[in-house]
């Protein structure tokens, strides 16, 4: 059992352990807020690991804007009755520590007595009004750049099923999961990009015609050049998916035009639902190679996996090579 004490923040202009209705924050001025919130049900088994991958997963939301958290919530659905408490003191003891490894204040939080555990985060933060990034921001020859692996979705899913050595797998999931996107989201304010999303649920296929939708601008995919949590592949070659990245597959495939070589596992992997997947960013070409070298220096991947085209698309265009 972990501890969880929760340290003072000169922000909070109230006490955590006062019992108030809200909390109360000082803010910085001339700064735009930023907000969101997001909670999920365990992907490992560790209930320290998955705090810190369900705040990190919240976490990103903020980072995607290009925005510096400030405050967090916890949200928090557990089985009291039929679990030991020492289980959710550990996992927001997970949470904590991301909260405080992003630099952001703990303000407190809502619980609820359910069959089912689930946690997460309410975050706000900061971003200067003009620095910030949104998904209608492609433009034609910008460069998309994925700083995490894809294949927490098909990992999580074999682990759920009892693959042998399933620790090892769990493994590859914490570390990518739980690595906060903070060095994307400062070079989103740093350099003025425009546009940027974090890939979760609706998977890396998703979020980029999400993105190419918003920008009316089709986007080619490299699927050779994306990075894969190893295994990942071949879990799907063996039929081990999620449902919900299967559903992302058919829902987004009518905007799909994919290569006759494209291997059909990979482009299930493509559309993979993640959780706290890396942040994808659209860069002029002229910072790509600065942007590339900032990231791989902070121990963040760089991988160029696409192009936006000058090809008008209202509804959003895929093209798969």
């Given at each position: ?153 098909i990992l999580a899913t074999a682990v759920k099923q009892n693959v042998l050595n399933g620790a090892q797998f769990e493994e590859a999931i914490w570390r990518v999961a739980s690595r906060l996107n903070a060095v994307p989201g400062q070079l989103i304010r740093e350099f003025g990009l425009k546009a940027a999303t974090d890939v979760t649920g609706f998977g890396l296929g998703g979020h980029i015609l999400e993105m190419s939708a918003a920008s009316g601008w089709a986007v080619e995919l490299s699927a050779q050049t994306v990075p894969l949590i190893p295994h990942a592949l071949d879990f799907a070659a063996h ?83």
């Amino acid at each position: 059992m972990r501890e969880l004490e929760i340290p003072h923040d000169s922000r909070l202009l109230t006490g955590s352990c006062d019992n108030e209705d809200a909390a109360v924050l000082t803010f910085p001025s001339g700064r735009a807020l930023v907000q969101t919130v997001d909670f999920l049900t365990p992907i490992v088994n560790d209930p320290y690991r998955f705090g810190q991958i369900a705040a990190a997963n919240a976490l990103s939301d903020i980072y995607a804007m290009g925005a510096t958290p400030v405050a967090a919530m916890n949200i928090v659905c557990f089985p009291s009755h039929s679990l030991p408490l020492d289980i959710l003191r550990d996992i927001l003891a997970g949470g904590l520590s991301k909260i405080r490894e992003a630099g952001a204040a703990m303000a407190g939080g809502h619980s609820v007595d359910d069959t089912e555990i689930k946690y997460g985060l309410c975050v706000s933060g900061e971003v200067p009004p003009d620095r910030f990034a949104t998904n209608h921001g492609l433009l034609p020859g910008d460069l998309l750049i994925l700083t995490k692996p894809i294949g927490t979705g098909i990992l999580a899913t074999a682990v759920k099923q009892n693959v042998l050595n399933g620790a090892q797998f769990e493994e590859a999931i914490w570390r990518v999961a739980s690595r906060l996107n903070a060095v994307p989201g400062q070079l989103i304010r740093e350099f003025g990009l425009k546009a940027a999303t974090d890939v979760t649920g609706f998977g890396l296929g998703g979020h980029i015609l999400e993105m190419s939708a918003a920008s009316g601008w089709a986007v080619e995919l490299s699927a050779q050049t994306v990075p894969l949590i190893p295994h990942a592949l071949d879990f799907a070659a063996h039929g081990i998916v999620p449902g919900g990245s299967l559903a992302n597959r058919r829902y987004f495939e009518p905007r799909v035009q994919a290569a006759s070589t494209t291997d059909p596992n990979l482009l299930t992997l493509l559309f993979d639902a993640q959780t706290s997947g890396g942040i994808l960013l659209c860069v002029p070409e002229s910072l790509a190679e600065t942007i590339s070298e900032r990231l791989t220096a902070e121990g963040d991947l760089a991988a160029v996996v696409g192009r936006v085209l000058d090809e008008p698309a209202p509804q959003g265009l895929l093209h798969i090579r």
